[in-house]
């Protein structure tokens, strides 16, 4: 006699990863022209790199319809303007229009998106090229959630330039240590590396969780090297969370690829570790981060942040999780994926007073492609993480 067996078993998200693109070093000259455009006006050397090389890709003869959607932002507004100028003559080469939209302000990016798709649109996908190199975190995020709602419509393709040079330098690193600490978790002014100063916490409506009463809040926090915007946010989503970080946060530490800045893990280590000590009154190994809540990913591959966070998210379905995204802009798109396919999570952040334009970046680095082509397909996959499965074994 033959029976079938069955197995049920879940789908796991290294299942899934495997299906996902891979980054991609690209040179100027294989850059293509996409139909819609969307870019950030920030102050960084970097910001218009992506926009030159597209006005070179410009064909003259060609007769497709192209827009451009340019997120601004209310901080550093004067810095931000400089770099105006060489993005729409750029733009201007090959875009038939520029929409501004309010970078800060999530629904309206949304809501641009979807119009720019709309009208772009022709019965075929359309090909959309976001370029992250002067995005902010919740730029990205408000980004990624607008394409989500039309991505049966469009191919993707993530485009970043890096910059040359990041602050803080290893040479003040080296010098003073310490020092470089306690810059990163006071809050700061001018003269202080990144930015300095906290305005109001802020959730995004794009992304704002299902949460249950009287279910404990956690926090997945993907930090940056100041500390201020990631405490604010902390004490904003409650005191348990707040007094004790070492036991209600998850922490996304960044790791850079290049061994020549792996320095900058470290020392990202230490000022949590610092704030952790400082916020619950913990001592010696009670604010050292272990395997148990931490965990370091590359600041380059986005499937790392990815992994991490669906991983560790399906480990709270009892809890009311918040992630607080404020590392590199490709650990923000990871952050982005997984947020889509998990929207019982929310999202809270906190913009700086000010960005210390002069001791942010410098330069122009490598420039990388991220081609997810069909979007829905990829979100749908991973949707499918965690998912239920059947086999049946004959016996």
Same mark, same amino acid.
């Given at each position: 006699?033959?029976?079938?067996?069955? =197995?049920?078993?879940?789908?796991?998200?290294?299942?899934?990863?495997? *299906?996902?693109? &891979?980054?991609?070093?690209?040179?100027?000259?294989?850059?293509?022209?996409?139909?819609?455009?969307?870019?950030? #006006?920030?102050?960084?050397?970097?910001? @218009?790199?992506?926009?030159?090389?597209?006005?070179?890709?410009?064909? &003259?003869?060609?007769?497709? !319809?192209r827009s451009c959607l340019l997120g601004v932002y209310d901080t550093n507004p004067l810095d931000n303007e400089r770099n105006r100028g060489p993005i729409y003559e750029a733009v201007s080469e090959f875009a038939d229009h520029i929409v501004t939209v309010n970078a800060d302000r999530p629904n309206d990016v949304s809501v641009a998106i979807r119009r720019e798709v709309s009208v772009l649109f022709g019965g075929t996908r359309i090909e959309v090229a976001f370029d992250i190199s002067a995005a902010s975190q919740n730029y990205i995020l408000s980004?990624?959630?607008?394409?989500?709602?039309?991505?049966? %419509?469009?191919?993707?393709?993530?485009?970043y330039t890096e910059a040359a040079e990041y602050f803080p330098k290893k040479s003040k690193f080296d010098d003073d240590v310490g020092a470089l600490i306690e810059d990163a978790v006071i809050l700061g002014d001018r003269n202080v590396h990144l930015e300095y100063g906290v305005q109001d916490v802020e959730g995004n409506e794009l992304y704002a969780g299902i949460f249950e009463?009287?279910? @404990?809040?956690?926090?997945?926090?993907?930090?940056?090297?100041?500390?201020? !915007?990631?405490? !604010?946010?902390?004490?904003a989503i409650g005191e348990q969370v707040a007094g004790s970080p070492i036991d209600n946060v998850f922490?996304? #530490?960044?790791?850079?690829?290049?061994?020549?800045?792996?320095?900058?893990? &470290?020392?990202? #280590?230490?000022?949590?570790?610092?704030?952790? $000590?400082?916020?619950?009154?913990? =001592?010696?190994?009670?604010?050292?981060?272990?395997?148990?809540?931490? =965990?370091?990913?590359?600041?380059?591959?986005?499937?790392? =942040? *990815?992994?991490?966070? *669906? %991983?560790?998210?399906?480990t709270?379905?009892?809890?009311n999780v918040t992630v607080?995204?404020?590392?590199?802009?490709?650990?923000?798109?990871? $952050?982005?994926?997984? *947020?889509?396919?998990?929207?019982?999570?929310?999202?809270?952040?906190?913009? @700086?007073?000010?960005?210390?334009?002069?001791?942010?970046?410098?330069?122009?680095?490598?420039?990388w492609r991220l081609r997810f082509a069909a979007f829905d397909y990829i979100l749908a996959r991973l949707g499918e993480v965690s998912a239920l499965t059947y086999s049946t074994e004959q016996s």
């Open positions: 006699m033959t029976g079938q067996l069955g =197995v049920v078993g879940a789908r796991e998200v290294n299942d899934i990863l495997g *299906l996902l693109p &891979d980054l991609e070093v690209v040179a100027d000259s294989s850059i293509a022209l996409p139909q819609l455009f969307i870019l950030a #006006l920030g102050f960084e050397d970097r910001a @218009p790199s992506i926009a030159r090389c597209l006005r070179t890709a410009a064909n &003259d003869g060609e007769k497709i !319809r980004v990624m959630s607008g394409l989500s709602l039309v991505s049966e %419509k469009i191919n993707l393709t993530i485009l009463e009287g279910h @404990p809040n956690y926090v997945i926090a993907i930090p940056t090297f100041r500390m201020a !915007r990631i405490m !604010r946010c902390l004490n922490w996304i #530490l960044g790791r850079p690829p290049a061994l020549e800045n792996s320095w900058r893990a &470290d020392y990202l #280590l230490s000022i949590v570790e610092t704030m952790i $000590a400082r916020a619950s009154g913990a =001592v010696g190994e009670e604010c050292r981060l272990s395997g148990e809540n931490s =965990v370091f990913c590359s600041t380059l591959d986005y499937k790392d =942040v *990815l992994a991490e966070i *669906l %991983k560790r998210s399906d709270l379905i009892d809890m607080i995204n404020m590392g590199s802009k490709m650990q923000a798109i990871g $952050a982005a994926l997984a *947020l889509l396919s998990r929207q019982e999570m929310a999202v809270t952040s906190a913009r @700086p007073t000010e960005y210390n334009a002069a001791f942010y970046s410098q330069g122009e680095g490598c420039k």
